[in-house]
């Protein structure tokens, strides 16, 4: 089963996904108007253009800091066994260091 912090890791990167989605649908409409002049005149092409370098960049961001904004949220993670260097004590050799009566 997935812990609550490896899947909001999951859920931060799948937002730095949408943002580079978001990203090619502004590229899309900058090159559409400057190649066909078809589109919403309201928006300069120059804003497409903005726009676009701007979701990359939190894309990337998101993608690259997913771990420390994870981290942030829910702090430190828990150090492990094998991180610790903590030895597994085994039943078995419990029973060959004491002595059999």
Known sequence: MISPRALFGVAVRVLGIWFFTEAGYSAFWYVLRDRVA???????????????????LV???????????????????????????????????DEAKSPKE
Not at 63 to 85: C, M, V
């Open 59 to 93: 894309g990337v961001a998101l993608i690259l800091l997913a771990d420390p904004i994870t981290w942030a949220i829910y702090g430190e993670p828990l150090k492990t066994r094998e991180a610790l260097n903590v030895p597994l004590v085994d039943a078995t050799q």
């Open 38 to 56: 078809m589109g919403n005149s309201n928006i300069p092409n120059s804003g497409h253009l903005a726009f676009a370098c701007y979701y990359v």
